[in-house]
C-alpha cells in the first residue's frame, strides 16, 4: 500500500523559513517523479516544485529562488525548504508522486499517489 505522509508545516512570520518533510513508502521511490503542490483556500492545486528521477528539477516562478525540493533516496524521503516566506505562500501543501522515470509530467492529473497535506500559514 502506497504512503505519502508530510510533516513540518506551520506558523511562521513573513521573511521566515520552514522545511517540510514526506516520507514515502509502498513503491520504488527512486524511480518516480516526485513533486510539491500546494492550495489555498478558494484557489486550484498548484505546481510548486517538482523533482525527476534524475534528479532534475523545475520550480514554479513564484518560488524560484525561495524554495529549494531535495529528496534522499536511501530514505525514502522528499524534503522542500521554504525560505523567505511570504504570505501568499500561505496554503496546504501537498507531496505527490508520478511513475515516470526521467522526467515529470506536467499535468497534476498524471500524479498517482498523494500525501494528506500539510498546513503552512504565513503571517505578515
Known amino acids: 500500500q502506497v504512503q505519502l505522509v508530510e510533516s513540518g508545516g506551520g506558523s511562521v512570520q513573513a521573511g521566515g523559513s520552514l522545511r517540510l518533510s514526506c516520507a514515502a513508502d509502498g513503491y520504488t521511490f527512486s524511480r518516480y517523479c516526485m513533486g510539491w503542490f500546494r492550495q489555498a483556500p478558494g484557489k486550484e492545486r498548484e505546481e510548486v516544485a517538482v523533482?525527476?528521477?534524475?534528479?532534475?528539477?523545475t520550480y514554479a516562478d513564484t518560488v524560484k529562488g525561495r524554495f529549494t525540493i531535495s529528496k534522499d533516496n536511501t530514505k525514502n524521503t522528499l524534503n522542500l525548504q521554504m525560505n523567505s516566506l511570504k504570505p501568499e505562500d500561505t496554503a496546504t501543501y501537498y507531496c505527490?508522486?508520478?511513475?515516470?522515470?526521467?522526467?515529470?509530467?506536467?499535468?497534476?492529473?498524471?500524479?498517482?499517489?498523494w500525501g494528506q497535506g500539510s498546513l503552512v500559514t504565513v503571517s505578515s
Open positions: 505527490a508522486a508520478a511513475p515516470w522515470l526521467g522526467i515529470c509530467p506536467t499535468s497534476k492529473g498524471d500524479f498517482r499517489y
Open positions: 523533482m525527476a528521477s534524475n534528479g532534475r528539477t
